[in-house]
């Protein structure tokens, strides 16, 4: 008489359970870090807003006034005089124009880069990406010495040029890595077809590349209208920015913290509507551009 073998314990479901059950501690943990992170990001930015609602009386309140009654007092100071709107203006004309102008060098730039072989390529990309991780003070003392004597201090043209240490090797390098990553099959089908380089980086090159370049501009618009250092010590004041206009609002007896704080708000809104306009280019520039295979 035979007996049958016991059958074993069935641990699958068991082990399904503890799986499921980490990953949800899993989820957890991170929506708490993300949490966390985001508040801690965003609490500058909503107090600095709660500051630009208030009375002067209001801002100075100990402790803290959480709940009040907003006023727009604030605003409609810093948006009636000139004292906020020229230095935003100056950041609107020298932003503008630097993009324009990396555009018009770093295009080209990228393109040569990455598609002819040619002594000393990778010196002369490696000398453009240092502009961007070198101290800026480093550059922009000299600069300072020479826009004295070129009469480049104090003007459009001379922040537009320093500001290529800032927008150029972000652009250079970003659109470089998306040429690249085209096959250089699709300019031979275009030469084979009668066409000329130009015609295939028109036609064909520049739509593929088209969302990394507008992730690139839209990174350099950020850095450069952020940028406090170049202006402090290369713009005066005819051309003073945004980012040291602010100064303006520190006195020698008192500091106007409700204008100071409402003309901050305005300042970030040109790159919150660019960010959220340009989103998605970004997110795709930035993930089409490092994976290849």
Not at 17 to 34: D, N, Q, V, Y
Not at 222 to 247: C, D, E, S
Not at 258 to 282: E, K, Q
């Amino acid at each position: 008489m035979t007996h049958a073998a016991p059958r074993p314990t069935a641990l699958v479901p068991r082990t399904s359970t503890r799986r499921r059950r980490r990953r949800r501690i899993g989820h957890a943990l991170a929506i708490t870090a993300l949490s966390a992170w985001t508040v801690f990001a965003l609490a500058p930015i909503v107090w600095i807003l709660m500051m630009s609602l208030k009375t002067p009386a209001q801002v100075v309140a100990n402790p803290p006034l959480f709940f009040f009654t907003p006023t727009l007092e604030n605003y409609a100071t810093v948006l009636s005089g000139p004292q906020f709107l020229q230095p935003f203006l100056n950041s609107i004309i020298v932003t503008a124009g630097s993009l324009a102008l990396t555009l018009v060098i770093g295009l080209p730039t990228a393109y040569a880069l990455a598609r002819f072989r040619f002594r000393g390529r990778e010196d002369i990309g490696f000398g453009i990406l240092s502009l961007r991780f070198a101290p800026e003070l480093l550059i922009i003392l000299p600069l300072y010495l020479v826009f004295q004597r070129t009469g480049l201090a104090d003007n459009y043209v001379g922040l537009i040029l320093a500001y290529q240490i800032v927008t150029l090797p972000m652009l250079v390098w970003m659109l470089r890595s998306f040429i690249e990553d085209l096959p250089g099959s699709l300019e031979e089908a275009v030469a084979m077809d009668g066409g000329t380089r130009w015609t295939a980086f028109r036609h064909v090159l520049f739509r593929l590349i088209a969302p990394g370049l507008a992730a690139s501009l839209m990174l350099s618009f950020i850095w450069a209208w952020n940028n406090y250092m170049i202006p402090l010590v290369l713009a005066g004041k005819n051309t003073q920015t945004v980012t040291t206009g602010l100064q303006q609002y520190i006195g020698y007896q008192s500091i106007e913290w409700g204008p100071m704080a409402a003309a901050t708000i305005v300042s970030i809104i040109p790159g919150i509507l660019f960010a959220i306009f340009s989103l998605r280019w970004i997110v795709g520039g930035l993930t089409a551009g490092t994976v290849k295979g």
